[in-house]
């Protein structure tokens, strides 16, 4: 059994057996191997030459840096091989080429099977090929709905909801009285005007106003808790809560502005609503004209024309989808 093994100064390999015996070898090394020895070459030559497998006695043996070349004429016991003709070593410093690495052969496509052609260009790849998506899912956004009053704010995104599951509407809280049809709860959250200030003060909107009289605001309980579960958000405000709400969210989110194809069918659609008396209604019309002067404050702008509110529905989803088809995604933290 070999027990060790060094290189002497005159270019022989000394060997130490279990017999304590000491054989004397020639080993060819270059000058370079004694100036700066190779570990990984020594290490490997003695696990070689102390191991009694056959199979590590083969003619050629390649290491990763280091190419050792044994010539012998048949496996032997390492005693025995060292006390008869002693073979020679040759060492060399090349590195092992691509072209050594063993090749694999990908069959014709129209001569082997799917599964067994994607294990031979795995094989050849050096890798299985992944099933994980090659891109994340999109970050939930938060969209702002904003416009004038009578633009049909409200239709819009009613629609929108019907045909887009994954929206979730914020209800909005406002102190200002119900109107016929309207639904607490569904349509607003209507409170008291001390009931609204004493969510101001608990800090649970994310935006409030004065609105023609009353408050408005947004709470950040819904938002929250539907973004943890990947919905879309969805705000309805009038153009002020939109600027406070750039104010404080900046291009996190999007902020898409509906408008009537004219002046004279907003004016038109006031009047039909017939939600305001006079003096109101001229407050509504003059505040409409002041308002799309910040159409250039948002993202988009939507024109809801009459009878054409499928329309505007159809371009608003168009904006949803482009944004989540962008490289770099929008992130809202509340």
Request: glycine share 4%; net charge positive; with cysteine.
């Amino acid at each position: 059994m070999l027990q060790c093994f060094y290189i002497s100064r005159d270019s022989n390999l000394i060997l130490y057996s279990d017999t304590k015996s000491k054989l004397h070898l020639p080993l060819h090394l270059p000058f370079s191997t004694y100036k700066t020895p190779n570990p990984l070459m020594f290490r490997r030559l003695y696990f070689s030459l102390s191991r009694p497998n056959p199979t590590l006695f083969s003619p050629i043996s390649h290491h990763e840096n280091t190419s050792l070349i044994i010539n012998h004429s048949k496996p032997t016991s390492i005693y025995e091989r060292f006390t008869s003709t002693p073979p020679r070593f040759f060492a060399s410093y090349t590195k092992t080429s691509d072209t050594q690495k063993p090749k694999f052969t990908i069959p014709p496509p129209d001569k082997a099977s799917k599964p067994e052609m994607l294990r031979a260009l795995e094989f050849s790849m050096g890798s299985s090929f992944s099933t994980n998506p090659i891109c994340p899912p999109p970050n939930p956004l938060i969209i702002v709905i904003s416009g004038p009053s009578g633009v049909g704010k409200d239709a819009v995104i009613k629609k929108l909801r019907q045909v887009r599951e994954s929206l979730h509407f914020v209800v909005t809280a406002t102190s200002r009285p119900t109107r016929e049809g309207e639904v607490d709860g569904k349509d607003y959250y209507f409170v008291s005007e001390e009931e609204f200030l004493s969510m101001v003060e608990r800090n649970e909107l994310l935006e409030y106003a004065l609105v023609y009289g009353d408050y408005k605001g947004i709470p950040k309980k819904q938002i929250r808790e539907f973004m943890a579960k990947g919905h879309d958000i969805v705000l309805r405000v009038d153009v002020q809560g939109a600027e406070t709400l750039r104010k404080i969210l900046g291009n996190s989110a999007v902020f898409i502005y509906l408008v009537a194809e004219s002046e004279l069918e907003l004016v038109e659609r006031l009047i039909d609503r017939k939600t305001e008396a006079s003096e109101a209604l001229l407050v509504r019309i003059a505040t409409a004209r002041e308002e799309v002067k910040h159409v250039r404050d948002f993202d988009y702008v939507v024109v809801n024309g009459e009878g054409k509110l499928d329309n505007a529905v159809k371009l608003v989803g168009s904006i949803i989808d482009a944004e989540k088809a962008k490289v770099q995604q929008r992130r809202a933290v509340i």
